[in-house]
């Protein structure tokens, strides 16, 4: 498991007392013809200090975030303020944490002293609380004024932008691909004399095209539909190693190319229990996914399950590590290990889980043990709206 906090290794600035800031955002108020263009700026602008704190937002920050004034966020770092869940975590707040090396915002005000001429960077956070994922292109520039300890710093909400791109490369390359082979398939069916026991074969292979096919299409209209606020929880009865036999037989039988094996842990516990199985079930076909995908060529993933007091932890096992970089960043919206734009495994299980089921997903990783990725939710889920 990746080490939450290591402030040792991350360049940290001492903060300004309050009365410094107060007077540099006193300083920076006083220049109304500044003020004005940067409050009618359609982006968000926020004047950072030294320590990376806000001592000026734009009125577009300001009403993204809900706050009424400037006083509400003054003195705080932007993650601080945008209530990142890596910077809420960390004791030292915004930039402190491990995880805040992979973020652009951290990136990008860190070298701003050290090059007048920054590209842009990419900064994805994770909402606290609400889980919701956001993704910012950051840039930098010196505060045109006598304080040099001061830099504008310029956020775009390109999540939008980031959304329609994950699902076109997803829709373009998965989904085009599962089509393609069904097409191909149903070709040979119809122009070729087959015998019966190939015929057969190519039938059953169109059959498990058509089911991955209505999974792809299936994952996309509950992610798009939980981020929307738009999912509605459908509790039932629900008995774990019949959900456990469900995700083996899924990939043993048709949504799995490769030869690895899906097997359920002698250990797995039987146990009737109340949940969402449609959202319990997709969330182990992800987990179970991931796990073929980053295993080689006869591995074999396992499933389990056990009990922990009134909650019930689901687990899938493989024999590969990931690496660190990766480990740093696998639940954020827009990364993927599959490459730029693709891949919403992790994330959807990220807000499926906590979000509507109520429970804690967790992973832990090494090259001793391999990845193991946990969900541990409520044996009674209870009908509550998020």
């Given amino acids: 498991m990746i080490d939450p906090l290591r402030p040792s290794e991350i360049s940290l600035q001492l903060c300004s007392s309050q009365i410094e800031i107060e007077n540099q955002s006193k300083a920076i108020s006083s220049n109304h013809q500044l003020l004005g263009v940067l409050d009618a700026f359609p982006g968000f602008v926020l004047i950072l200090n030294h320590a990376r704190q806000i001592v000026f937002a734009n009125h577009s920050f300001l009403h993204f975030l809900g706050a009424t004034c400037l006083a509400e966020v003054l003195g705080k770092k932007p993650g601080d303020a945008l209530t990142c869940e890596n910077a809420v975590q960390s004791a030292l707040g915004c930039g402190s944490s491990v995880f805040c090396t992979t973020c652009g915002a951290s990136k990008i005000t860190s070298l701003l002293y050290q090059s007048a001429n920054e590209a842009a960077q990419e900064c994805r956070i994770r909402h606290e609380g ?110 774990s190693l019949s959900l456990l036999d469900e995700v083996a037989a899924f990939y043993n039988n048709g949504g799995n190319d490769q030869t690895i094996r899906v097997e359920i842990a002698a250990d797995a516990v039987v146990t009737d229990f109340f949940t969402d199985p449609r959202l319990l079930h997709r969330i182990l076909i992800n987990m179970t996914k991931n796990a073929i995908e980053a295993s080689p060529g006869g591995a074999v993933v396992r499933l389990g399950c056990e009990q922990v007091e009134d909650e019930l932890e689901f687990w899938i096992h493989n024999q590969s590590c990931m690496p660190e970089k990766v480990q740093l960043q696998i639940f954020q919206r827009s990364f993927s290990t599959k490459g730029s734009g693709r891949g919403l495994g992790t994330y959807s299980i990220k807000l499926l889980g906590e979000r509507y089921l109520k429970g804690r997903v967790s992973f832990t990783s090494s090259p001793e043990k391999g990845t193991t990725f946990c969900f541990r939710c409520p044996c009674n889920l209870e009908t509550v709206t998020p």
Avoid: W
């Fill in 130 to 239: 609400s889980g919701k994922s956001f993704d910012f292109r950051v840039q930098t520039a010196p505060f045109p004024g006598p304080d040099t300890s001061l830099s504008l710093f310029f956020l775009t909400d390109i999540s939008h932008e980031k959304r329609r791109q994950a699902l076109e490369r997803i829709f373009f390359h998965d989904v085009a691909n599962i089509a393609n082979g069904m097409v191909g398939l149903s070709r040979t069916l119809c122009e070729k004399e087959l015998s019966a026991e190939k015929e057969k074969q190519f039938q059953n292979v169109l059959h498990r095209y058509a089911h991955r096919l209505a999974d792809e299409v299936e994952a996309q209209r509950a992610l798009d539909a939980a981020e929307n606020n738009d999912l509605r929880l459908q509790v039932e009865p629900c008995e």
